[in-house]
């Protein structure tokens, strides 16, 4: 079965907001490591990731991009 990108998105998009709200930060990003165990670390590649971004930058880039 082949669901096109832009429904899987939505869908992972709701899937996320349901366990942030139901389990929190902390809790979903754990299930995440281990739902995708091969796409590595996220508790210790956030530094890297997000190490030239402040809260106000990521709070910009999530407004705009939550407008599509």
């Known amino acids: 079965m082949n669901i096109p990108i832009d429904k899987q998105q939505s869908l992972l998009t709701t899937a996320f907001g349901v ?8 809790k979903t990003s754990q299930l995440w490591q281990v739902l ?7 508790l210790n590649d956030r530094q890297k990731l997000f190490r030239r971004e402040s809260v106000s930058s990521l709070y910009k880039e999530a407004k705009k991009n939550n407008r599509k």
Do not use: F
């Open 19 to 26: 366990l942030l709200k139901n389990l929190g930060p902390q």
């Open 36 to 42: 995708n165990p091969l796409m590595g670390d996220y």
